[in-house]
């Protein structure tokens, strides 16, 4: 059987896996209240750790018989009738998450697989790669320290990010820096920021051992030799941490050089629309199939 853990009915990449799993008669369910899924875990006499889950209209199971797919654990939390919200609802939703993270991190079958201390972000991801393979990026609350970096680094582009708004832009002047303060005085706090080549993206879906360019707006010939490599290496070295499906973000140098912009382990449904069924096929299989 297969799970699938999703924020809402309203999330299309769960809906569209929920319909691509009922056309093909797959015996799955779907759960966004994780306060409807019950679960224990034994150890057995051979020090093995077991688990159990009882899943809404399809009762207990044990965890082997189960293959769940975590859409995105941080946007999970429980719903209950109550409506709480503020510090209560914040500290359920923790707890909710801490528990799931208890559950994946032991069952056989899990796209994705959280990591050892709790689940993988983009910035954990990113660690995970040779170095070789990553933009430079300066983390920083002084926005004359990032000009002064950048002028040392001579790219072309800078990518920030504004990390208390989420605000991005792209900047090409320094002058078009622009962030501000909260308070509108002074310098932004707390950016991170790339040092880019382009703002033009080839975007990488991978699943188990297939991936999908979904994206190429330079134009990159993606079934170069030179390419290949780089997208078996990234996939690899997240493979390695549980990460199974996964978008990647690159952009290329003039010499066709390709360097990771960002990993994104809830690729929107927008992004891989265009091959959605074989997608869909992939995390079917790794659910099923498990990972050894």
Same mark, same amino acid.
């Given at each position: 059987?297969?799970?699938?853990?999703?924020?809402?009915?309203?999330?299309?990449?769960?809906?569209?896996?929920?319909?691509?799993?009922?056309r093909?008669?797959?015996?799955?369910?779907?759960?966004?209240?994780?306060?409807?899924?019950?679960?224990?875990?034994?150890?057995?006499?051979?020090?093995?750790?077991?688990?159990?889950?009882?899943?809404?209209?399809?009762?207990?199971?044990?965890?082997?018989?189960?293959?769940?797919?975590?859409?995105?654990?941080?946007?999970?939390?429980?719903?209950g009738?109550?409506? =709480?919200?503020g510090?209560?609802?914040?500290?359920?939703a $923790?707890?909710?998450? *801490?528990? @799931?993270? %208890? +559950?994946? &991190?032991?069952?056989?079958?899990?796209?994705?697989?959280?990591g050892?201390r709790?689940?993988?972000?983009?910035?954990?991801?990113?660690?995970?790669?040779?170095?070789?393979?990553?933009?430079?990026?300066?983390?920083?609350?002084?926005?004359?320290?990032?000009?002064?970096?950048?002028?040392?680094?001579?790219?072309?582009?800078?990518?920030?990010e504004?990390?208390?708004?989420?605000?991005?832009?792209?900047?090409?002047?320094? =002058?078009?820096l622009?962030?501000?303060?909260?308070?509108? $005085?002074?310098?932004? *706090?707390? @950016?991170? %920021? +790339?040092f &880019?080549?382009?703002?033009?993206?080839?975007?990488?879906?991978?699943v188990?051992?297939?991936?999908?360019?979904?994206?190429n707006?330079?134009?990159?010939?993606?079934?170069?030799?030179?390419?290949?490599?780089?997208?078996?290496?990234?996939?690899?070295?997240?493979?390695?941490?549980?990460?199974?499906?996964?978008?990647?973000?690159?952009?290329?140098?003039d010499?066709?050089?390709?360097?990771?912009?960002?990993?994104?382990? =809830?690729?929107?449904?927008?992004?891989?629309?265009?091959?959605?069924?074989?997608?869909h096929?992939?995390?079917?299989?790794?659910?099923?199939?498990?990972?050894?």
């Open positions: 059987m297969i799970l699938l853990l999703g924020a809402g009915a309203d999330d299309p990449a769960v809906a569209a896996f929920d319909g691509y799993l009922t093909h008669a797959v015996r799955h369910a779907v759960c966004s209240d994780l306060g409807r899924l019950a679960f224990a875990l034994r150890v057995d006499a051979a020090g093995r750790t077991r688990a159990r889950l009882t899943v809404p209209g399809h009762g207990t199971l044990h965890g082997d018989e189960v293959g769940v797919f975590v859409r995105d654990p941080w946007a999970l939390a429980p719903t009738e109550d409506g =709480a919200t510090a209560d609802a914040r500290f359920a $923790d707890e909710y998450r *801490a528990a @799931l993270w %208890a +559950l994946c &991190a032991l069952l056989p079958k899990v796209v994705n697989r959280p050892p709790a689940w993988h972000d983009d910035r954990a991801l990113r660690r995970c790669l040779d170095r070789s393979l990553l933009l430079p990026e300066c983390w920083t609350s002084d926005a004359r320290r990032l000009l002064d970096r950048w002028a040392l680094c001579a790219s072309p582009e800078l990518h920030v504004e990390l208390l708004t989420h605000e991005r832009r792209v900047v090409k002047e320094p =002058a078009g622009g962030f501000r303060d909260r308070d509108g $005085d002074g310098d932004a *706090a707390h @950016l991170r %920021a +790339l &880019a080549p382009s703002s033009e993206y080839v975007i990488e879906l991978c188990g051992r297939e991936s999908f360019t979904v994206l707006e330079p134009g990159i010939d993606v079934r170069a030799e030179s390419y290949r490599k780089v997208v078996r290496e990234i996939a690899d070295a997240l493979r390695e941490r549980g990460v199974r499906f996964f978008a990647v973000a690159l952009v290329a140098d010499e066709h050089r390709m360097s990771v912009s960002r990993i994104v382990s =809830a690729p929107p449904y927008s992004w891989y629309r265009g091959v959605a069924d074989l997608v096929e992939q995390l079917r299989a790794e659910l099923e199939e498990g990972v050894r």
